[in-house]
């Protein structure tokens, strides 16, 4: 009799385990309700998404990239003063290997704190009080293998991850709930609202760099040196073009954090009190911004590197191109968010759709809450209630893959219900 006990007790908790393992969550990744994700066995309410794309849902294929030639974005070299680059075996858009090393992520909810480009964080217990560390841990991701062994991006899935992280999809990135430490003392009626995110990169090396014209191979990523020639682009993409040495001084380096302030009137990063699971998407315009850049070494010899396109920041040739990597941070809450499709759409390769909150005005100088290129009919899934403007923006002032130039908008609302509906709105884009 003990035995059959035992036998039961064992079959029993086959049977739990069994369920564990095959559950899945309603959280649509793009396949509805068919895709597991792992994360939610060991965190009952948060999933995090780390996107690399300007676009929330589907963003340009490689072979759309810079109006249809495939080609990486090349820096001005008449009127930008870069020095005469070497642009021999420049590789297309899709062929460029790609490596990242992401030490954290990390969000805020101390508003005041932040002002000015956590210029007010002044020492590591400053930094301690004011973040909120819900993803410690190390993620390494590669479009390729960089060694015959097994190195961390092979490891750790970062092949996958990045196909995930470039494609719309968004990298799932482990992390801890915070409202999980918060619920003891209560998140208030409304929730927590945080107001800042901060993305730390270790590294992201660019498979395409040249020093007086001959290939450099010695660029180190993960312990290793890369196969083929490259360039670590963190340090170029730190300051602004033109900073002073005595400036950096009292300035946060652009990528430590890459940082997403959000204002005060924007509710999209609050975490509601309850149980009902949410999406962190984190996202920053990395695919559609890759441009050759030039500049002068210590030894007066011309480096030629892939980095991010001149944005907002022109580069003239300096050392330093930092300033046009920019993110944006929303919560989602995929059981009551509601979708958006959109038509009118002219399928052109320079244009997008970008939905904004209604009183934002800074239309081409952040990333836009949502977005997707501008299709003949295409759809933004994930929007919460609330007052939004859909904007036509075009690439097509300064042609470097971020649209900077507002062709028409129309202003649409989505109801607290019904739940999950979708809504259409049209908008000819361009005219």
């Given at each position: 009799?003990?035995?059959?006990?035992?036998?039961?007790?064992?079959?029993?908790?086959?049977?739990?385990?069994?369920?564990?393992?095959?559950?899945?969550?309603?959280?649509?990744?793009?396949?509805?309700?068919?895709?597991?994700v792992?994360?939610t066995?060991?965190?009952?309410?948060?999933?995090?998404?780390?996107?690399?794309?300007?676009?929330?849902?589907?963003?340009?294929?490689?072979?759309?990239?810079?109006?249809?030639?495939?080609?990486?974005?090349?820096?001005?070299?008449?009127?930008?003063?870069?020095?005469?680059?070497?642009?021999?075996?420049?590789?297309?858009?899709?062929?460029?290997?790609?490596?990242?090393?992401?030490?954290?992520?990390?969000?805020?909810?101390?508003?005041?704190?932040?002002?000015?480009?956590?210029?007010?964080?002044?020492?590591?217990?400053?930094?301690?009080?004011f973040?909120?560390?819900?993803?410690?841990?190390?993620q390494?991701?590669?479009?390729?293998?960089?060694?015959?062994?097994?190195?961390?991006?092979?490891?750790?899935?970062?092949?996958?991850?990045?196909?995930?992280?470039l494609?719309?999809?968004g990298?799932?990135?482990?992390?801890?709930?915070?409202?999980?430490?918060?619920?003891?003392?209560?998140?208030?009626?409304?929730?927590?609202?945080?107001?800042?995110?901060?993305?730390?990169?270790?590294?992201?090396?660019?498979?395409?760099?040249?020093?007086?014209?001959?290939?450099?191979?010695?660029?180190?990523?993960?312990?290793?040196?890369?196969?083929?020639?490259?360039?670590?682009?963190?340090?170029?993409?730190?300051?602004?073009?033109?900073?002073?040495?005595?400036?950096?001084?009292?300035?946060?380096?652009?990528?430590?954090?890459?940082?997403?302030?959000?204002?005060?009137?924007?509710?999209?990063?609050?975490?509601?009190?309850?149980?009902?699971?949410?999406?962190?998407?984190?996202?920053?315009?990395?695919?559609?911004?890759?441009?050759?850049?030039?500049?002068?070494?210590?030894?007066n010899?011309?480096?030629?590197?892939?980095?991010?396109?001149?944005?907002?920041?022109?580069?003239?040739?300096?050392?330093d191109?930092?300033g046009?990597?920019?993110?944006?941070?929303?919560?989602?809450?995929?059981?009551?968010?509601?979708?958006?499709?959109?038509t009118?759409?002219?399928?052109?390769?320079l244009?997008?759709?970008?939905?904004?909150?209604?009183?934002?005005t800074?239309?081409?100088?952040?990333?836009?809450?949502?977005?997707?290129?501008?299709?003949s009919?295409?759809k933004?899934?994930?929007?919460?209630?609330?007052?939004?403007?859909?904007?036509?923006?075009?690439?097509?002032?300064?042609?470097?893959?971020?649209?900077?130039?507002?062709?028409?908008?129309?202003?649409?609302?989505?109801?607290?219900?019904?739940?999950?509906?979708?809504?259409?709105?049209?908008?000819?884009?361009?005219?």
């Amino acid at each position: 009799m003990k035995q059959i006990r035992i036998t039961e007790r064992l079959l029993s908790f086959s049977i739990v385990l069994l369920i564990l393992v095959s559950c899945r969550t309603r959280v649509d990744l793009g396949n509805e309700t068919t895709a597991p994700v792992l994360s939610t066995l060991f965190n009952n309410r948060m999933l995090l998404l780390l996107k690399g794309t300007y676009s929330s849902d589907s963003p340009i294929e490689w072979s759309d990239y810079n109006n249809g030639t495939g080609a990486l974005y090349i820096d001005s070299q008449e009127t930008g003063n870069d020095p005469t680059m070497t642009l021999s075996g420049l590789p297309l858009a899709a062929n460029l290997p790609i490596y990242i090393d992401i030490g954290e992520i990390r969000i805020s909810s101390k508003f005041s704190k932040g002002f000015n480009d956590l210029t007010q964080i002044r020492d590591s217990l400053d930094s301690t009080k004011f973040w909120d560390f819900i993803a410690p841990n190390r993620q390494v991701y590669c479009t390729n293998p960089y060694s015959i062994d097994n190195d961390t991006c092979q490891s750790e899935g970062g092949l996958l991850k990045m196909q995930d992280f470039l494609n719309g999809t968004g990298a799932q990135y482990p992390s801890n709930d915070p409202s999980a430490k918060t619920e003891v003392n209560g998140l208030g009626v409304f929730g927590r609202q945080y107001y800042y995110t901060g993305i730390y990169f270790r590294s992201i090396v660019t498979g395409y760099a040249t020093d007086a014209g001959v290939p450099i191979t010695t660029t180190r990523f993960d312990n290793r040196v890369i196969p083929g020639s490259g360039l670590n682009i963190v340090p170029r993409n730190n300051y602004t073009p033109g900073t002073s040495n005595a400036a950096k001084s009292t300035i946060v380096p652009k990528m430590f954090p890459v940082l997403y302030s959000q204002k005060a009137t924007q509710r999209d990063m609050e975490i509601r009190e309850g149980f009902d699971p949410y999406i962190l998407e984190v996202r920053i315009n990395f695919k559609e911004n890759l441009m050759a850049h030039s500049y002068l070494s210590a030894r007066n010899q011309v480096i030629t590197y892939v980095g991010i396109s001149d944005i907002f920041f022109d580069h003239k040739g300096e050392g330093d191109a930092g300033g046009n990597l920019i993110a944006r941070s929303r919560v989602i809450y995929p059981e009551t968010a509601s979708s958006l499709v959109i038509t009118g759409g002219k399928n052109s390769r320079l244009h997008h759709y970008a939905v904004f909150r209604s009183d934002e005005t800074e239309l081409t100088t952040t990333l836009p809450l949502a977005a997707t290129p501008a299709r003949s009919s295409t759809k933004i899934r994930y929007l919460n209630a609330g007052e939004y403007k859909l904007v036509c923006l075009g690439d097509t002032t300064k042609q470097d893959g971020f649209p900077e130039t507002v062709v028409s908008q129309t202003t649409f609302s989505i109801p607290e219900q019904p739940f999950r509906a979708t809504y259409t709105v049209e908008l000819p884009c361009p005219n």
